[in-house]
């Protein structure tokens, strides 16, 4: 099981001059859990950078780690197959190059271009070839005059309530410092700015709101930029971004990764461990007593 994390990034620019320079999406895990995760650092590069796609809790047992272009495991969209023991790899037909497969499953893609923004598919083998699969995703801008490579940190935060999300409850994503001058906000499902992934946006000069066609029966906005979603499901699963723009054109932009969890995870995370049965009085047995010296000893 997953909490939420929000991280957040400024442009003094133009939409197109966004970058985060920062990783994304830190895992927190209960110890019983290990959650096979994918985290793309940068999620948003500009075109020439390094992108690493960064793979957290890969199993001991996997024995092959496949990598492809988009969101299905073709052969004619495979970068690249690694085999764990021998720390070796064999490209696929959509190799091109540039990237390297790490003997810890992450996909390392050098000098990208726009071509490579989108979604990418990571398939594990264990040693009963078992397969899994995961999907990663990160957007490439074009960089522009008067890109500035040092960005200020935005002040646009994204809340979670309730903060762990089970299947069929209604949540709140809270939105935090949004500018005080601005023309209106944006919320999309995922990293990409595009039209059909878009949730809502709000114009503050017209006061009118337009909703995207999956969420028009369960979702509320409010002019502060936060939506109230009701009875969210696993498909909910995912990044939401909220990208806002100022009188003065600057665009700030804020993400979450929401994890949306089967019914009595709340439950499971706070029940108590079940306390052993005391011996009966008449079976105490005659304390150890080295074991009783050792253990004042050590407690001084």
């Known amino acids: 099981m997953m909490d939420s994390v929000a991280l957040s990034s400024k442009d003094c620019t133009s939409w197109q001059g966004l970058m985060l320079t920062v990783s994304l999406l830190t895992c927190w895990l209960l110890p019983t859990t290990a959650k096979l995760t994918i985290e793309s650092v940068p999620p948003i590069a500009v075109q020439?950078?390094?992108?690493?796609?960064?793979?957290?809790?890969?199993?001991?047992?996997?024995?092959?780690?496949?990598?492809?272009?988009?969101?299905?495991?073709?052969?004619?969209?495979?970068?690249?197959?690694?085999?764990?023991?021998?720390?070796?790899?064999?490209?696929?037909?959509?190799?091109?190059?540039?990237?390297?497969?790490?003997?810890?499953?992450?996909?390392?893609?050098?000098?990208?271009?726009?071509?490579?923004?989108?979604?990418?598919?990571?398939?594990?083998?264990?040693?009963?070839?078992?397969?899994?699969?995961?999907?990663?995703e990160f957007f490439v801008h074009s960089p522009l005059?008067?890109?500035?490579?040092?960005?200020?940190?935005?002040?646009?935060?994204?809340?979670?309530?309730?903060?762990i999300v089970e299947e069929n409850d209604n949540i709140s994503l809270l939105a935090y410092n949004l500018p005080e001058k601005s023309y209106g906000f944006a919320w999309?499902?995922?990293?990409?700015?595009?039209?059909?992934?878009?949730i809502a946006s709000h114009s503050f000069f017209t006061n009118s709101t337009i909703l995207g066609h999956a969420y028009y029966d369960r979702l509320k906005v409010s002019n502060d930029g936060s939506l109230l979603l009701l009875n969210v499901t696993q498909k909910d699963t995912g990044i939401y971004t909220l990208r806002t723009i100022s009188v003065d054109l600057k665009s700030e932009w804020a993400m979450l990764d929401l994890q949306v969890n089967k019914p009595g995870s709340r439950a499971s995370?706070?029940?108590r461990p079940t306390s052993k049965p005391r011996p009966s009085k008449n079976r105490r047995r005659k304390p150890n007593t080295s074991v009783t010296s050792f253990l004042t000893l050590y407690s001084k």
Not at 145 to 162: A, C, D, E, N, W
Request: charged share 15%.
């Open 48 to 136: 020439g950078d390094n992108v690493l796609l960064l793979v957290h809790n890969l199993p001991k047992k996997v024995k092959t780690v496949s990598w492809y272009t988009g969101v299905a495991a073709l052969k004619s969209c495979e970068i690249a197959r690694h085999v764990i023991a021998t720390n070796s790899s064999v490209v696929g037909l959509a190799h091109s190059g540039r990237e390297t497969v790490l003997n810890n499953g992450s996909l390392l893609i050098k000098s990208v271009t726009r071509k490579d923004s989108g979604y990418y598919t990571l398939q594990i083998l264990d040693s009963a070839s078992r397969p899994e699969i995961i999907h990663a």
């Open 145 to 163: 005059f008067g890109y500035r490579s040092h960005l200020t940190p935005s002040q646009l935060k994204i809340g979670l309530v309730p903060h």
């Open 188 to 198: 999309h499902k995922g990293v990409l700015p595009l039209d059909h992934l878009m």
């Open 269 to 271: 995370l706070f029940q």
